[in-house]
């Protein structure tokens, strides 16, 4: 069982960065390949960024390619999200996913997640 557990979300004006971080325990951390999924007010849970279990491989939404950088420490089992030129309609609950596997495209759709964490709110102010 992998407990996921991220920090770093909060309040950011338009146009700030921050950076997401998603700490795992529990299991062993380069058998997953990781995501970050967000979602709004009202809205389902969408995919925002992904990286393979070694890092070699990564994936955005078109929302936030650009302007997002996923990354990943294996030595200290925790994922990142670096996120700049925030907008209003970046607010969301970001959530930090796992899913097994050879192929990272698992971590990019919600229905492969073999684990999620509890979210961190962020919200954009205009």
């Known amino acids: 069982q992998v407990q996921l557990v991220e920090s770093g979300g909060g309040l950011v004006q338009t146009g700030g960065s921050l950076k997401l971080s998603c700490a795992a325990s529990?299991?062993?951390?380069?058998?997953?390949?990781m995501g970050w999924f967000r979602q709004a007010p009202g809205k389902e849970r969408e995919f925002a960024a992904a990286?393979?279990?070694?890092?070699?491989?990564?994936g955005y939404a078109d929302s936030v390619k650009g302007r997002a950088t996923i990354s990943r420490d294996n030595a200290k089992n925790t994922m990142y999200l670096q996120m700049k030129s925030l907008k209003p309609e970046d607010t969301a609950v970001y959530y930090c996913?796992?899913?097994?596997?050879?192929?990272?495209?698992?971590?990019?759709?919600?229905?492969?997640?073999?684990?999620w964490g509890q979210g961190t709110h962020v919200t954009v102010s205009s």
């Open positions: 996913a796992a899913a097994r596997g050879l192929s990272f495209q698992r971590a990019t759709n919600k229905d492969e997640v073999d684990y």
């Open positions: 990286i393979s279990r070694y890092g070699g491989s990564t």
């Open positions: 529990g299991g062993t951390f380069d058998n997953y390949n």
